[in-house]
């Protein structure tokens, strides 16, 4: 089955704790994203990769970092959590641009206190 | 700047009757997609539209585009309990690689 996988699911951190939120997708896409989503504020994009070691900050990248060391790979690192990173994290893939149909993980709900 | 604005916020309408979308854009696009999210849950795509493209179906949706106005409309025709969900709109900036999403319409259907 097609899919973007993330993990975990649900975490809460204390303030400073690094952490690494993962996405994997299993459709070869070249295009992969994240975004959080916090009430009031929608969908903003953090970081996206074209391909493999192709990565470039998106709307909101302060405080975070990401690698794409293989294709199907698409990590996102928080190496000093805060708690106005507080937020719903979703990662997306597609073919080869974000004007193609993205697919959408099922979200990671961070709470740093 | 956020490119995609729905409207209405919130719509809420009895089960079996249409509901119907808008989003406004402000600059020139390629396509334009709509996505639904389930509470708390991830986005799933629902139907993508190019500009050259003035109308779309898929099963019970449908979408228009009017480029000249810089707007789109998503109906969903007899709708279900199951179409309770937000509905998000989104343009491709290319030149940043993202899509830019609207803040949605939050549909509630009553059984």
């Known amino acids: 089955e097609a899919q973007v996988t993330q993990n975990p699911r649900y975490l809460i951190t204390v303030t400073g704790k690094k952490l690494t939120v993962t996405c994997s997708q299993n459709?070869?896409?070249?295009?992969m994203s994240w975004y959080r989503q916090d009430p009031g504020l929608g969908l903003r994009q953090i970081y996206y990769s074209m391909n493999v070691e192709v990565t470039d900050k998106g709307d909101v990248p302060e405080g975070y970092k990401v690698s794409r060391k293989e294709k199907r790979n698409f990590p996102l690192i928080l190496e000093s959590p805060s708690p106005n990173q507080t937020s719903l994290y979703f990662c997306?893939?597609?073919?080869?641009?974000?004007?193609?149909?993205?697919?959408f993980g099922p979200g990671t709900r961070l709470t740093v206190l | 700047s956020q490119q995609g604005e729905e409207d209405p916020q919130a719509l809420s309408i009895q089960e079996g009757e249409n509901a119907t979308m808008n989003c406004s854009y402000k600059?020139?696009?390629?396509?334009l997609q709509w996505y639904r999210q389930n509470s708390g849950r991830g986005l799933v795509h629902l139907i993508l539209i190019r500009s050259n493209e003035r109308e779309k179906h898929s099963g019970r949706l449908r979408v228009t585009l009017d480029t000249s106005k810089k707007s789109s409309s998503l109906l969903i025709t007899a709708s279900r309990a199951a179409d309770t969900a937000s509905y998000f709109c989104a343009t491709d900036d290319q030149g940043a690689q993202k899509l830019v999403f609207g803040q949605g319409t939050r549909l509630t259907i009553n059984p």
């Open positions: 997306a893939s597609s073919s080869r641009t974000s004007g193609d149909t993205q697919y």
């Open positions: 459709m070869n896409h070249e295009y």
């Open positions: 600059t020139s696009i390629n396509n």
